[in-house]
C-alpha cells in the first residue's frame, strides 16, 4: 500500500492520478479530511483501496498494514493562517510522527516543503541543505515548513532514527487541475481563467519596484502534473535522501500566464494594471525561480512542460471541459 496524505488535495490528487495512470498502481490509502464541499470530486476518477479521516491514520497504521511508501502532502497549506497553534499542530507535529513512523517501520517518507520558505529570496532559490537556517520565511506558513525541513536535517546530522529513503519537496507556484477547492489560494492561471469569462479583461498588479514593469513581476510557475511526476520518479526509482525542489528553473512573468490563459480560450487578450494594496507593499516577491541542477544530479531528466503548454493543456482539457477534474 502507498499511503498519501492530502491526497483529495491538488498535489495530492494529482500524484494519485499519476500512479494510476502512467504507473498502473491502484494500491492507495488516500487520507485527507475535507474542508470544501466539492473537494470530494477531486477523487472521483482515481483509483484507490481505501480513504480515511486524517483522525483515522493512526489507527489503521496500528494495525499492521503493509505500507510501501508514505507521501505526506497533508498539511494547512493557506498562506494567510494565523494561528500559529494550529500550523504547529498539522505542519509539525502531524509531520514527525509520520516520519517517526516511517523510520520506525524502514518505510520511504515523502513530503511537501514548501518555496514559501525561501521568503523574499534574498538567499536566492538553491536547495542547499548546508544554508537552510540563513533562510526567512515571510508568513507563518512558510516558517512550520522550514521548521519541519530543519528538524529533518537535525534527525540526520545527530544520527536519530530516519527513513531509509526520505524526500522534501520545495513547490514553487503550482498550478493545473484539482485545484478548484483552493479558493482565494488557487493558482492565478486559474483566477485569470475565471475572471476573464465572467468579466472580459484580467486585472494583474501594476509594479511598483524600479526595473519591471506592470504585469512583469516574474514567477517560477510549475504544472502540477510535472510536480507529481517528481514525486512519482522518486517513490519508484529511489534515490538520494534531502530536499529538493520542485520548479521549472525558468522565472516566467504573470503577464505571460494571463495571456496565455486567454490565448488557449481562443480570445484576444485583455489586461487591466490595478494597484497593489498597501499591506502588500514590501512584503510582494518581484522574483522566484527554482534552481533545478541537484533534481537533475539526483537523476530527474524528464523535461517540463513549458509555460505555454502547461496552461494550455490546462484550460483546453480541463478547465473548458464539462468535467475539469483530472
Not at 531509509?164 to 481563467?193: D, L
Not at 521549472?248 to 495571456?259: C, E, M, P, V
Request: proline fraction near 3%; aromatic fraction near 14%.
Amino acid at each position: 500500500m502507498i499511503v498519501i496524505t492530502g491526497g483529495a488535495g491538488m498535489i495530492g490528487s494529482m500524484i494519485a492520478w499519476h500512479l494510476n495512470t502512467q504507473a498502473g498502481r491502484d494500491d492507495l490509502v488516500i487520507v485527507d479530511r475535507l474542508h470544501h464541499p466539492e473537494q470530494w470530486q477531486n477523487l472521483v476518477h482515481r483509483k484507490y483501496a481505501q480513504y480515511l479521516d486524517k483522525d483515522e491514520l493512526a489507527g489503521w497504521l496500528e494495525q499492521g498494514h503493509k505500507v510501501e511508501a508514505v507521501i505526506h502532502m497533508g498539511a494547512i497549506s493557506a498562506t494567510t493562517e494565523r494561528d500559529f497553534n494550529k500550523l504547529v499542530q498539522d505542519n509539525i507535529h502531524f509531520s514527525q510522527a509520520l516520519w517517526q513512523y516511517c523510520a520506525d517501520k524502514g518505510i520511504p517518507f515523502l513530503y511537501a516543503s514548501s518555496a514559501a520558505t525561501y521568503g523574499g529570496g534574498e538567499k536566492g532559490y538553491v536547495d542547499d541543505e548546508s544554508s537552510i537556517d540563513s533562510l526567512r520565511p515571510l508568513n507563518g506558513y512558510g516558517y512550520s515548513k522550514q521548521f519541519f525541513d530543519q528538524w529533518a536535517l537535525r534527525q540526520v546530522r545527530t544520527q536519530q532514527a530516519v527513513p531509509p529513503q526520505w524526500q522534501g519537496f520545495k513547490f514553487f507556484n503550482v498550478y493545473g487541475p484539482n485545484e478548484y477547492h483552493k479558493e482565494r489560494m488557487a493558482s492565478v492561471a486559474f483566477h485569470t481563467f475565471n475572471q476573464f469569462r465572467e468579466h472580459g479583461t484580467v486585472k494583474l498588479f501594476k509594479s511598483h519596484v524600479e526595473g519591471y514593469a506592470d504585469g512583469m513581476q516574474l514567477r517560477d510557475f510549475v504544472y502540477v502534473k510535472d510536480a507529481a511526476a517528481v514525486v512519482a520518479h522518486f517513490l519508484l526509482q529511489g534515490g538520494a535522501s534531502g530536499i529538493y525542489n520542485i520548479g521549472t528553473g525558468k522565472a516566467r512573468a504573470f503577464r505571460d500566464l494571463a495571456t496565455n490563459v486567454m490565448t488557449s480560450m481562443g480570445k484576444t487578450p485583455s489586461i487591466t494594471y490595478i494597484d497593489m494594496p498597501q499591506d502588500l507593499h514590501g512584503k510582494y516577491q518581484y522574483f522566484t525561480e527554482a534552481s533545478m541542477q541537484k533534481l537533475q544530479a539526483a537523476g530527474y531528466t524528464s523535461a517540463f512542460h513549458t509555460l505555454e503548454e502547461g496552461v494550455r493543456d490546462y484550460v483546453q482539457n480541463y478547465l473548458l471541459q464539462a468535467d475539469p477534474y483530472a
